[in-house]
């Protein structure tokens, strides 16, 4: 993990919450991400009522699994996915119910390539910081880059200044 956020209650207190970015995470959804924690009001409550984290998918047009209808969105060229569902145990969380679902999103140019980044999210993560992720993700805004992710080709659209 390159970036790992998390909220505590008292400083010995374990994790409320935690986020975990890889090191390939685009900086925009990391910077929506720590743009919505820094602006927060209270960020060691999870449930937000009217917040669901999916809906930028939803409205962006982003296929859902069949298999998985509602939990599972597909980016519309299948590179990238956000699930909510069952999470590794080693994301950490403060919730003492065993098996609470969370976020993972993962990009990769490939079902046989390893993912080119992942982001985890806590099933106590504010919904709002997962919905600040998930908007910055379906943002259909041309991002400025030096370089090219590896292996992306043929999977982007290059727009040159003019």
């Given at each position: 993990m390159l970036w790992e956020?998390?909220?505590?209650?008292?400083?010995?207190?374990?994790?409320?919450?935690?986020a975990y970015f890889t090191a390939r995470v685009p900086h925009?959804?990391?910077?929506?991400?720590?743009?919505?924690?820094?602006?927060?009001?209270?960020?060691?409550?999870?449930?937000?009522?009217?917040?669901?984290?999916?809906?930028?998918?939803?409205d962006a047009h982003w296929s859902t699994?069949?298999?998985?209808?509602?939990?599972?969105?597909?980016a519309p060229k299948l590179q990238a996915w956000v699930t909510y569902g069952a999470?590794?145990?080693a994301i950490e969380d403060g919730n003492p119910l065993p098996g609470l679902p969370g976020y993972l999103s993962?990009?990769?140019?490939?079902?046989?390539?390893?993912?080119?980044?992942c982001a985890a999210f806590s099933p106590s993560t504010p919904q709002n910081l997962v919905t600040a992720f998930t908007t910055a993700l379906a943002d259909p805004a041309?991002?400025?880059?030096?370089?090219l992710p590896e292996g992306s080709m043929g999977h982007i659209t290059i727009s040159l200044p003019r």
């Open positions: 956020f998390f909220a505590r209650t008292d400083p010995t207190a374990p994790p409320q919450w935690t925009e959804l990391v910077t929506a991400f720590a743009t919505a924690l820094a602006t927060a009001p209270d960020v060691t409550r999870g449930i937000e009522p009217g917040c669901i984290p999916l809906q930028p998918l939803a699994d069949p298999t998985d209808a509602g939990n599972t969105y597909y999470l590794s145990e993962w990009a990769q140019t490939d079902d046989h390539l390893p993912h080119h980044w041309p991002v400025p880059r030096s370089a």
